[in-house]
């Protein structure tokens, strides 16, 4: 069993600039694909950001240029810098941990295995 805990979140002005991390027990968070997805009031869960067991990253087009995806294997971390955000980004973001054998990062929430609690991100205009 896997635990993730998010944090970082916040309001912020349009334009702004966040960080989330997510923080993992268990020993074998090297071996997991990591994922950041979002949740708008009304809307269904989506992928933000994804990163592979060997750091390869992957986002969805809205994110592009402006959300970067990165894993500490020493710390059990996975953080989201989300740069010039805009009020379309309000959502509660969560984490997320794939332990399939899986070696592609997957983009559908049905592919994960562990989830956080989330955490809110509120954009203002």
């Known amino acids: 069993q896997v635990q993730l805990v998010e944090s970082g979140g916040g309001l912020v002005q349009a334009g702004g600039s966040l960080r989330l991390s997510c923080a993992a027990s268990?020993?074998?968070?090297?071996?997991?694909?990591m994922g950041w997805f979002r949740q708008a009031p009304g809307k269904e869960r989506e992928f933000v950001a994804g990163?592979?067991?060997?750091?390869?990253?992957y986002y969805t087009d809205s994110v592009k240029g402006r959300f970067t995806i990165s894993r500490d294997n020493t710390k059990n971390t996975v953080h989201l810098q989300m740069n010039s955000l805009n009020t379309e980004d309000t959502a509660v973001y969560y984490c997320?941990?794939?332990?399939?054998?899986?070696?592609?990062?997957?983009?559908?929430?049905?592919?994960?295995?562990?989830w956080g609690q989330g955490t809110q991100v509120t954009v203002s205009s």
């Open positions: 990163i592979s067991r060997s750091g390869s990253t």
């Open positions: 268990g020993r074998t968070f090297s071996t997991y694909h």
């Open positions: 997320a941990a794939d332990r399939t054998t899986s070696s592609r990062v997957k983009t559908t929430a049905g592919g994960y295995d562990y």
